[in-house]
């Protein structure tokens, strides 16, 4: 039982250029998010998905796109990355949730992201 | 804009001293998580707190949920240098259901 693995680890990116960052959990989570952590700014959610095919937009979402074709899979896109999006990206997933009820999420080790 | 605001943003103590962490809003939360993230890693639960005025123990950690539930507070006895670490607060407010999380309390135990 792997939990939330993500991919790659680091990576440095000229401005312009794109990327996939992979997210996969073994859990059977409904639940699967994005976020970016910038030092004194906490976590801020990118992109969420509630299952399989369907995604929305967090609080930050401009200059990513995400696809949740599978259940187990979470895709973070850069179609064209800037140095403001320099950051270190985790993923998590959690079970379902009743709307004010709050579970766990689990996360994975993160994604370290150089735009330059 | 609802928020959640961590107190102390930095803290650097000797191993043996006891210390407390806020995390606090002006919003009313249906609940609230606690996570502790090593460096280089993400980060993990430590507790959920849902009732006004629950107290919950995790051997020398023991974390409060304010009466109004606005505020919470995580202190830590005789500290060791394993809880260091950043600590995080994530709550639910009671006016959406969008989680928020808080910047995040830095801790430093020295040995």
């Known amino acids: 039982n792997a939990g939330v693995t993500q991919t790659p680890k680091f990576r440095v990116l000229k401005t312009g250029q794109s990327m996939t960052l992979l997210c996969a959990q073994d859990?059977?989570?409904?639940?699967m998010y994005w976020y970016r952590q910038d030092p004194g700014m906490g976590l801020r959610l990118i992109h969420y998905s509630v299952g399989e095919g369907t995604t929305a937009k967090g609080e930050v979402p401009d200059g990513y796109n995400v696809s949740r074709l599978k259940k187990q899979n979470f895709l973070l896109g850069l179609e064209s990355a800037a140095p403001s999006q320099t950051s270190v990206y985790f993923c998590?997933?959690?079970?379902?949730?009743?709307?004010?009820?709050?579970?766990?999420?689990?996360f994975g080790p993160g994604t370290r992201l150089t735009v330059l | 804009t609802q928020l959640l605001e961590q107190s102390p943003q930095f803290l650097s103590i000797q191993e043996g001293e006891n210390l407390t962490v806020y995390c606090n809003s002006s919003?009313?939360?249906?609940?609230l998580q606690w996570y502790r993230q090593e460096p280089g890693e993400g980060p993990v639960l430590l507790v959920t707190v849902v009732t006004g005025g629950e107290v919950k123990k995790l051997k020398r950690l023991t974390f409060q949920f304010g009466d109004a539930r606005k505020d919470s507070s995580l202190h830590i006895t005789a500290a060791q240098p394993g809880d260091t670490g950043l600590y995080l607060c994530?709550?639910?407010?009671?006016?959406?259901?969008?989680?928020?999380w808080g910047a995040g309390t830095k801790l430093i135990i020295k040995p």
């Open positions: 994530a709550g639910i407010p009671d006016s959406n259901y969008q989680l928020i």
């Open positions: 998590a997933s959690s079970r379902l949730r009743g709307a004010r009820s709050i579970n766990e999420q689990f």
């Open positions: 919003s009313v939360f249906s609940s």
């Open positions: 859990m059977n989570h409904e639940y």
